[in-house]
């Protein structure tokens, strides 16, 4: 899917958070990394029930792969060990790495 400077891809399988970021990181893009909730809600149009995983983490609080902190959502969190983020319609979740789920990337249109 194409959005402004950015394409976003959607996959198929499952993996955990890590191999999921590996796949990203593999074909030159990265996990998701939202920038502002006016992305977020144009995502959240094209997600179903199902979560995917997505580039933000709990490393002494919540932080995107590109080290800028979560600033403009709440996330959902039941456990001290759900240090993952995932997204649905609804919107963010944590989560444990290691569950297999769908996932996001997104990159650079050149």
């Not at 976003?8 to 191999?19: G, L, P």
């Not at 977020?40 to 995107?64: C, D, K, P, T, Y």
């Not at 800028?68 to 759900?82: E, K, Y």
Request: net charge neutral; proline share 2%; with cysteine.
């Amino acid at each position: 899917m194409k959005y402004g400077n950015h394409c976003y891809y959607f996959s198929v399988e499952e993996k955990d958070w890590n191999s999921s970021l590996e796949f990203c990181l593999a074909r030159d893009s990265h996990l998701l990394v939202i920038t502002d909730n006016q992305e977020m809600s144009l995502l959240q149009v094209f997600l179903s029930e199902a979560f995917r995983w997505i580039g933000l983490r709990n490393n002494s609080g919540w932080r995107w792969e590109d080290g800028s902190p979560l600033n403009f959502a709440r996330i959902s969190s039941n456990s001290f060990v759900q240090t993952c983020s995932a997204i649905n319609k609804n919107g963010l979740q944590a989560s444990s790495c290691e569950v297999p789920l769908h996932w996001v990337c997104k990159k650079v249109r050149l």
